[in-house]
Nanobody, 121 residues
Framework: QVQLVESGGALVQPGGSLRLSCAASGGTLDDYAIGWFRQAPGKEREGVLCISTPNGGAYYADSVKGRLTVSRNNAGNTVYLQMNSLKPEDTAVYYC??????????????WGQGTQVTVSS
């Protein structure tokens, strides 16, 4: 069982940028597709925002295309989420998870604890 640890959440001004990390504790992510999700205050968790696949591929939801970039480090133990042009509506707890296709829906399996991103002036 892989353990995931997110970090990098912070308070940032609108228009700013932030990079989140999702690190594997005690192992690698080479065998896993990793997805990023978020849950805004008082709302249900959204569907997957983006996915990093083991072969270096990436998938983005239409709502975040152009503002989010997902990548992996060469060691294969960390997945990054670069977020640009942040808006107040991006305020949420961001989670990474191992993901798999359940029919046509990407579904999280092993989850991290989340990291808070607040976009406010």
């Amino acid at each position: 069982q892989v353990q995931l640890v997110e970090s990098g959440g912070a308070l940032v001004q609108p228009g700013g940028s932030l990079r989140l990390s999702c690190a594997a504790s005690g192992g690698t992510l080479d065998d896993y597709a990793i997805g990023w999700f978020r849950q805004a205050p008082g709302k249900e968790r959204e569907g997957v925002l983006c996915i990093s696949t083991p072969n270096g591929g990436a998938y983005y939801a239409d709502s975040v295309k152009g503002r989010l970039t997902v990548s992996r480090n060469n060691a294969g133990n960390t997945v990054y989420l670069q977020m640009n042009s942040l808006k107040p509506e991006d305020t949420a707890v961001y989670y990474c998870a191992t993901v798999y296709l359940n029919g046509t829906k990407w579904t999280g399996h092993y989850w991290g604890q989340g990291t808070q991103v607040t976009v406010s002036s």
